[in-house]
């Protein structure tokens, strides 16, 4: 069991019914996304239940409930909640597990202060907290925005796989825990993704950077498994390492091939 309280700060009778739901559901949401990459089970292992609800400023208490018996990712979900959170508000950078969907949830969460009677937001797992504010929206924003685009690759493991609307998978960098969104053709990819779930893999393609630098997104032109771990380079120095991918073209020709089909 983990326990999570949201706050949002203001005179209750001030804050909207619609804020206050937008602020629960988007929390559930970024604790969803971050099960799935903790927890590596499909459909996630924890559910969330409502223990407490106090006014003041209006509070939340959720508490995890793990569909599992033999572990209990509950404490580990919070505790990468609450720093994630904290991490782009102070940091501005990307938290470990935390997907490009999960800092879009997270943008919107912070997008809250400031709208019908909410003057701030804080999370907390009763040992530490996070203290949202405007600055978190603008640090999200810069995480999911594409600053610049280069071919290359990143390894890690594959944990989550979407196959509606646009398929993608998200991969799982083995060192930092950067989540990185690959997207694929999925006639010609669909059947090897599924088989490679879980295991360590190299893509190749167009990488997209954000303003950090951080590889953000890949659009999938190969993949394979990756090499012993013992001799496996960082992102940096895999970024643009096969110098046969392109086929002899130049950066911006294949580029422009690949996006003309």
């Not at 983990?2 to 203001?10: D, E, Q, S």
């Amino acid at each position: 069991m983990a326990t999570v309280r949201l706050t949002l700060k203001g005179a209750p009778e001030n804050i909207s019914l619609r804020s206050f739901a937008d602020a629960l559901t988007h929390s559930v949401e970024i604790l969803e996304d971050l099960d799935l990459a903790i927890s590596h089970e499909a459909k996630g292992s924890l559910g969330w239940v409502v223990t407490q609800l106090a006014t003041g400023s209006l509070s939340v208490t959720l508490e995890s409930r793990s569909r599992l018996t033999a572990q209990n990712f509950g404490p580990d979900t919070a505790n990468a909640f609450v720093t994630g959170l904290d991490k782009i508000e102070t940091e501005g950078a990307s938290p470990p597990y935390l997907s490009e969907y999960g800092i879009k949830k997270a943008r919107s969460l912070a997008a809250l202060i400031g709208k019908d009677g909410v003057a701030g937001i804080n999370v907390t797992d009763l040992r530490q907290t996070a203290e949202l504010s405007p600055v978190a929206v603008e640090n999200a924003r810069k995480l999911i925005q594409i600053k610049t685009s280069a071919i290359g690759s990143v390894e890690g493991t594959i944990e989550t796989l979407s196959i509606h609307g646009k398929a993608r998978f998200v991969i799982y960098h083995l060192r930092t825990r950067k989540a990185i969104t690959c997207q694929f053709d999925r006639e010609k990819w669909f059947e090897k993704t599924r088989d490679m779930m879980g295991k360590r893999v190299t893509v190749h393609g167009l990488v997209h950077y954000n303003i950090k630098g951080e590889p953000q997104r890949i659009e999938i032109e190969d993949m394979r498994l990756a090499r012993d771990s013992r001799e496996v380079p960082t992102i940096e120095e895999l970024s643009g390492s096969d110098p046969n991918f392109t086929g002899g073209l130049s950066t911006e020709e294949y580029i422009r091939q690949i996006r003309n089909g």
